[in-house]
């Protein structure tokens, strides 16, 4: 029971704070928006006002703030670290395909096509594990399936742990990002 005798869990979709996979979910459109925009760099401040209007964060009440801050990392994390140059175009967000849904998709000046898949929780068990190998893939399977020879790979992007983050590529292998020493 909560306060004054009222049921804890009412039902209330609206009072529940935001799980990791909607702050995927929010990251990735934000991200691709940001991307459709042609802002490649953005500054601290186009970030903190494209998370302080976003739509997918205006119905959760509890935490709000939390979801925003958070948000507010991975976006910067995403561009700090990861943001491709302008050889790149951005071609979408939460793009179906082939029974996956690709978080952002680009074409490169080469035709080649690459997928980044977006991690922004954490990994806290052997299943979680498995779960995120197994989804890279499948990710893997229907990118080559998709796009055939032009299909460069799938970078599995941690961003609350960059230093973890792969590129695994068509042909089956992966390597781990390369950062400057010390991280």
């Known amino acids: 029971m909560g306060r004054a005798g009222t049921p804890v869990g009412n039902g209330d979709q609206r009072r529940q704070p935001l799980d990791g996979r909607e702050l995927g ?54 561009f700090r670290f990861f943001a491709l140059d302008e050889e790149w175009r951005f071609v979408g967000a939460e793009v179906p395909v082939r029974g996956s849904r690709f978080d952002l998709v680009f074409e490169g000046t080469d035709d080649r096509v690459l997928v980044d898949e977006l991690k922004t929780g954490r990994i806290q068990t052997v299943e979680e594990r498995s779960a995120a190998e197994e989804q890279l ?40 990002l390369t950062w400057p020493e010390g991280w």
Do not use: N
């Open 25 to 78: 979910t929010v990251a990735h459109v934000a991200i691709g928006e940001l991307l459709a925009a042609g802002v490649h760099r953005p500054t601290a401040e186009e970030i903190m006002k494209l998370v302080g209007r976003h739509r997918l964060l205006q119905t959760v009440t509890m935490y709000r703030q939390a979801a925003k801050q958070k948000l507010v990392g991975a976006v910067a994390v995403y």
């Open 137 to 176: 893939r499948r990710h893997v399977a229907a990118g080559a399936a998709e796009y055939c020879r032009c299909f460069a790979g799938v970078r599995q992007l941690w961003l609350g742990a960059p230093t973890r983050s792969v590129w695994a590529k068509p042909d089956g292998s992966s390597e781990t």
